[in-house]
């Protein structure tokens, strides 16, 4: 299985909501991932979680809180978003060795109203 | 932070062609890696080229790797319809430090 998978595809949420963004991987892979991508633009690096602790936060706004419950596990919490937090989000995970490949969900569009 | 521009940003082609897209990048890598995204949707990897090596081929791809340019090539060959897609280049420190993209360039076949 060399899948990651991303629940809900598509989110739509206003500004008041607190929502959940879930990933599962069942590679045994120890790192795992968050990115965000505007339309148009390359993903950008939010999170970074190795064995299951925060390892790189990349200066994210404190209305994204990450959570890794387990090694298969990644989370993103949101909460009070703007409507500039509007993108894809995208969930990765990789071996986390030197030179090893990330295997990417298909990503939540989220849409803040 | 993105690593740097990605040439052409857009690049159309007729279906056989060969299609050649640049990348290039500014902080010392571990490794530098392609990736193709369908339609705005989960990226999928292509291939990783080492700091230390200058070539590599798979099936219809072919990286170069110049790290006194800080830069990188993608060759696909004998291109076809479903090629269509934006392409990444991502450079890593290694470890789990995450991925640094470039711009991208999206490759339109035409049939």
């Known amino acids: 299985d060399t899948e990651v998978t991303q629940t809900p595809k598509h989110l739509v949420m206003g500004m008041t909501n607190k929502k959940s963004l879930k990933c599962e991987q069942h590679?045994?892979?120890?790192?795992m991932y968050w990115y965000k991508q505007k339309a148009k633009k390359p993903p950008e690096l939010m999170f970074v979680?190795?064995?299951?602790?925060?390892?790189i936060n990349e200066s994210v706004p404190s209305r994204f809180s990450p959570e890794c419950p387990n090694s298969s596990l990644l989370n993103l919490h949101l909460h009070a978003l703007q409507p500039e937090d509007s993108a894809l989000y995208l969930c990765?995970?990789?071996?986390?060795?030197?030179?090893?490949?990330?295997?990417f969900g298909q990503g939540t569009r989220l849409t803040v109203v | 932070s993105q690593q740097g521009e990605e040439d052409p940003q857009a690049l159309s082609i007729q279906e056989g062609e060969n299609a050649t897209m640049n990348c290039s990048y500014k902080?010392?890598?571990?490794?530098l890696q392609w990736y193709r995204q369908n339609s705005g949707r989960g990226l999928v990897h292509l291939i990783l080229?080492?700091?230390?090596?200058r070539e590599k081929h798979s099936g219809r791809l072919r990286v170069t790797l110049d790290t006194s340019k800080k830069s990188s090539s993608l060759l696909i060959t004998a291109s076809r319809a479903a090629d269509t897609a934006s392409y990444f280049c991502?450079?890593?420190?290694?470890?789990?430090?995450?991925?640094?993209f470039g711009k991208g360039t999206h490759l339109i076949i035409q049939p």
């Open positions: 590679m045994g892979h120890r790192a």
């Open positions: 979680y190795s064995y299951e602790k925060l390892s």
């Open positions: 991502a450079t890593s420190g290694g470890g789990a430090d995450g991925l640094t």
């Open positions: 080229i080492r700091s230390n090596e």
């Open positions: 902080t010392s890598i571990n490794n």
């Open positions: 990765a995970s990789s071996q986390g060795g030197s030179y090893t490949e990330a295997f």
